[in-house]
T-cell receptor, first 114, second 113 residues
C-alpha cells in the first residue's frame, strides 16, 4: 500500500520568512495530494491540494509543487505569520475507479516566531 | 449549516466494555472515514466507506468495526476496547462530485483504562 514520509517533523521560522515542508510517497499510481492544517485542539482542515496532472498550484501565500517522477511534493508558505503556527499534514491517494484510502504523513509542527 | 458531528466528544471507559462512537453528516456525502490520531504517528485511517453498505479496511482496522446502513451515519464500534485504543478519533466525510476534500468532525477523545 501507499506510504507517505514527511519532513521535517518540527520547523521553526521567524515571522516573514518562508517555510517548506516536504513529502514523498511510494505508490506511483497515487494522483491526489492534499495538505491539511491542524491548529491546536482543532480538527484538520484542507488548505490546498494538487492532482497529478498539475505540477504547481498557488493560493495566496501557500503553494504546492509536485514532482511525479521523483514521487515527492512540497508545501511552501511565504511571508509566514504567527497564525500559520500549526501542525501540517500531507497525504496521498488514488481517486477515481478503485479509490484507495487517504494516507497521511506523520505531520510537521510549524512554529512562527514573532 | 453543513457539518459533521461526533458523539461523544470525550469518553473514559474500562477495558472490555463495548462502546460506539457515532458520526453523522448532513452534506449528503458518499464517502465517510474514521481516523485515529496519536502523537508522533499522525492520522491513521481505520475504516472507510465509499457509500451505503460499502466499507473497507484502512491501515489500522484491528479491534474496530463499522457499519454504513444509511448515508448520513457511520458509527465506529469497539467491541472490547483495550488501553492501546486510547486515542483521538476523527470522522471525516467527502464527495468526489466536485472535489476530493475531506471534512473532519470535531474529534472524540477516548481513554481506555
Amino acid at each position: 500500500g501507499e506510504n507517505v514520509e514527511q519532513h521535517p517533523s518540527t520547523l521553526s521560522v521567524q515571522e516573514g520568512d518562508s517555510a517548506v515542508i516536504k513529502c514523498t510517497y511510494s505508490d506511483s499510481a497515487s494522483n491526489y495530494f492534499p495538505w491539511y492544517k491542524q491548529e491546536l485542539g482543532k480538527r484538520p482542515q484542507l488548505i490546498i491540494d494538487i492532482r497529478s496532472n498539475v505540477g504547481e498550484k498557488k493560493d495566496q501565500r501557500i503553494a504546492v509543487t509536485l514532482n511525479k517522477t521523483a514521487k515527492h511534493f512540497s508545501l511552501h508558505i511565504t511571508e509566514t505569520q504567527p497564525e500559520d503556527s500549526a501542525v501540517y499534514f500531507c497525504a496521498a491517494s488514488l481517486f477515481g475507479s478503485g479509490n484507495t484510502p487517504l494516507v497521511f504523513g506523520k505531520g510537521t509542527r510549524l512554529s512562527v516566531i514573532a | 449549516e453543513a457539518q459533521v458531528t461526533q458523539n461523544p466528544r470525550y469518553l473514559i471507559t474500562v477495558t472490555g466494555k463495548k462502546l460506539t462512537v457515532t458520526c453523522s453528516q448532513n452534506m449528503n456525502h458518499e464517502y465517510m472515514s474514521w481516523y485515529r490520531q496519536d502523537p508522533g504517528l499522525g492520522l491513521r485511517q481505520i475504516y472507510y466507506s465509499m457509500n451505503v453498505e460499502v466499507t473497507d479496511k484502512g491501515d489500522v482496522p484491528e479491534g474496530y468495526k463499522v457499519s454504513r446502513k444509511e448515508k448520513r451515519n457511520f458509527p465506529l464500534i469497539l467491541e472490547s476496547p483495550s488501553p492501546n485504543q486510547t486515542s483521538l478519533y476523527f470522522c471525516a466525510t467527502g464527495t468526489s462530485a466536485r472535489s476530493y476534500e475531506q471534512y473532519f468532525g470535531p474529534g472524540t477523545r477516548l481513554t481506555v483504562t
